[in-house]
């Protein structure tokens, strides 16, 4: 192939400011988890885009947190080795809370990498175009921003010719992924995900950012046609079973459906889901627990 190109993107920026929105509008597939609470994304989740002319490799990272805990050192670990490497860095901004200092301060951070620097400002659909021009134009001070694209991940603005802007930071090369992959996660971890996903949104407060998932079974029933899955939500106090549950299992009956309709949307075929509570102290700072759930360093 003449001219292919292909290369590593990796999307930073603040938890909550729509990066894996964004990765999964970019590739046009579910595969990173979305929530309105920060610290939903855990691991980095690579998105793959692949067309006639290029390769994209998007890095999903955390967003940038103090660790306060294994697994949250684990996250800091993984943005740091996401932006080794890679051709180009993504900032995302929240276009709807602003540029703050925090911002101000990432810029900074990836600006000295050595790394091509842009800048996606996401959420335009609720930003109001009189309070976004002046914030747009702080970045102006920062010439270690190649460019800046305003956007929408959610209602698919901009993004093609973000794309298109990126492809110019690629390098001619070989594809690193067969042309058909579109992440590295396997679908028993995206299951996963899409479970954890769904008890974000269901659960207030604490409870979601100390739930992990492991999968028990997930086989495909050749006769019935239906995958047969069955997983275990990890919770790290025994006072967190009855909020996951609710009312006569009110909470977890809804936990449920949403993750089987993610999950059938995303297999593609029927699937029978059952979830079951189990309290494991502090599993976020052992060792054991955070590799069986699948943290794993590498
Ligand atoms: N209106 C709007 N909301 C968005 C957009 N992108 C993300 N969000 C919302 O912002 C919240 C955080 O998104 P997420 O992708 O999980 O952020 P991350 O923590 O940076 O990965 C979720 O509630 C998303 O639905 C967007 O383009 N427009
Ligand atoms: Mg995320």
Redesign the pocket.
């Given at each position: 192939m003449n001219n292919f190109v292909s290369g590593f993107i990796a999307i930073v920026?603040?938890?909550?400011?729509?990066?894996?929105?964004?990765l999964n509008s970019l590739i046009q597939q579910k595969i990173?988890?979305?929530?309105?609470k920060?610290q939903?994304?855990r691991d980095a989740v690579l998105g793959i885009w692949t067309d006639e002319s290029c390769q994209m490799v998007f890095v999903?990272t955390p967003?940038s947190i103090k660790p306060k805990n294994a697994l949250g050192d684990y996250m800091a670990k993984t943005i740091e080795r996401a932006v080794i490497d890679v051709d180009c860095i993504l900032l995302?901004i929240?276009g709807?809370d602003g540029i703050s200092y925090e911002e101000m301060e990432l810029v900074k951070k990836y600006g000295t990498k050595n790394i091509p620097l842009v800048v996606a400002i996401?959420?335009?659909?609720?930003a109001q175009p009189e309070t976004l021009m002046p914030e747009l134009s702080k970045l102006n001070e920062f010439d270690c921003i190649k460019e800046v694209y305003s956007?929408?991940?959610?209602?698919n603005r901009n993004i093609d010719e973000l794309k298109e802007g990126l492809k110019k930071y690629l390098k001619s090369s070989e594809m690193f992924f067969p042309e058909e992959d579109i992440t590295d996660k396997s679908e028993r971890y995206i299951v996963c995900e899409l479970i954890r996903e769904k008890i974000l949104l269901c659960c207030d407060k604490e409870i979601p950012h100390g739930v992990g998932i492991v999968l028990n079974k997930m086989e495909y029933d050749e006769n019935a046609l239906i995958w047969d899955i069955d997983a275990n939500i990890i919770v790290e106090k025994q006072s967190h079973k009855p909020i996951i549950l609710g009312k006569q299992g009110k909470n977890i009956k809804e936990i449920g459906l949403r993750a089987r309709q993610s999950i059938e949307k995303m297999l593609d075929a029927r699937v029978y889901l059952a979830l079951w509570v189990k309290v494991k102290e502090d599993w976020r700072d052992n060792p054991y627990m955070l590799n069986e759930i699948g943290y794993k360093d590498k």
């Open positions: 920026g603040r938890p909550n400011a729509g990066k894996s929105t964004l990173s988890i979305v929530s309105p920060p939903t994304t999903d967003g995302v929240d709807h996401t959420k335009t659909d609720i956007i929408s991940a959610k209602r």
